[in-house]
């Protein structure tokens, strides 16, 4: 899923100053269970701009709601007879459904009140990671599994490199070196031939060096 | 024991301190209070386990939303008393009460009430 992180709440205030009335828009979908965008950020982010405003004695109203996607036109839609009433729109969505938002709602002003960070896992309850770039062109099959594009810090394909120590990347003791990861599971399937095998250099045209991707399938069309 | 505390203090009950989330607490400043304290088993004696630790943990993380939004995070705090120590409960009231008498009423309240006043609308 996709990982988020609140803004810091000066950034979020800073943003917000010039309008009066604002509408915090959750989502649903990844950024509720990143526990970022959610129906309770929502309210809990709302009740804090409120309470601020207030004690800063600003003149302000604060309105909550959450939908279940902002990426998905026909979930914005419920949005289309009070949307275009507020000042604002605060989306606690991903990037994707900020700008989403923003396209289908052309005279509404929408402001991000997260930052999106990667995609990754829930590794435990508080705690996300990231485990894929995107990059359109998987090769976990030949890595057992584990992504050098993702977790190794330089994204080689022929690693470790030199900075790989006692199992740990070079750039923090807490990350575990992927390529220290992969050869470990080469050893424990008998496969280590294919770690031998060199690795020719990634064509990254598949990934963000191409230009923004697009995926259709016509015969989903309506 | 007839141990007196502060009439000031409204107490809620709720099954857990671990039931309490932040909303609701962040709801009770937006309500006017000047102050909110839990007050849980003692750590190791929660009967759903980790019931004190989750809302210990949670009130941690309040006192930055609260001094994010300009209330003062020193407005709550979590306390652990067991339901032998009634003695211990009134001086912990006492001693709360003191600390936000200190730091005079809500600011939200405050405002609120004057917003409301100057200008006939609800607003806020």
């Known amino acids: 899923m996709i990982i988020a992180d609140r803004k810091p709440f000066d950034e979020i205030m800073s943003m917000l100053a010039p309008y009066r009335d604002i509408l915090v828009l959750g989502c649903n979908e990844c950024v509720t269970v990143c526990a970022v965008g959610g129906a309770k950020e929502v309210a809990i982010l709302a009740s804090q701009i409120r309470l601020r405003r207030t004690k800063d004695r600003i003149s302000s109203e604060v309105h909550e709601k959450t939908i279940e996607r902002q990426c998905d036109i026909e979930y914005l839609e419920e949005l289309k007879d009070t949307i275009g009433g507020y000042d604002a729109v605060l989306s606690l969505a991903c990037g994707c459904g900020v700008q989403f938002l923003g396209e289908r709602y052309t005279d509404v002003l929408v402001l991000p009140g997260v930052n999106t960070t990667f995609m990754g896992v829930t590794e435990r309850h508080g705690l996300w990671t990231e485990r894929c770039q995107g990059c359109g062109n998987c090769v976990l099959h030949r890595t057992m599994g584990i992504c050098p594009v993702t977790r190794c810090a330089k994204s080689i394909f022929n690693g470790p490199c030199g900075g790989s120590s006692e199992g740990r990347c070079e750039i923090d003791k807490d990350t575990p070196c992927a390529w220290h990861l992969i050869i470990e599971r080469y050893k424990k399937k008998g496969m280590m031939d294919m770690y031998m095998e060199i690795v020719s250099p990634k064509d990254w045209s598949t990934a963000r060096d191409g230009g923004p991707r697009k995926r259709q399938r016509e015969d989903m069309e309506i | ?124």
């Open chain 2, 1 to 124: 024991m007839r141990i007196s505390y502060p009439t000031s203090v409204k107490i809620i009950k709720v099954p857990c301190t671990g039931r309490v989330d932040i909303i609701h607490i962040l709801k009770a400043f937006e309500g006017g209070a000047d102050g909110i304290y839990l007050v849980g088993c003692l750590e190791g004696d929660c009967h759903y386990l980790t019931g004190n630790i989750r809302a210990k943990k949670r009130v941690k993380y309040l006192k930055t939303l609260l001094d994010e939004s300009g209330i003062g995070g020193q407005r709550v705090s979590m306390y652990n008393v067991s339901s032998a120590e009634g003695l211990r409960f009134a001086e912990i009231a006492k001693e709360f009460t003191e600390r936000i008498k200190s730091l005079g009423p809500n600011p939200f309240k405050l405002n609120k009430i004057k917003s409301t006043r100057d200008s006939g609308r609800g607003g806020i």
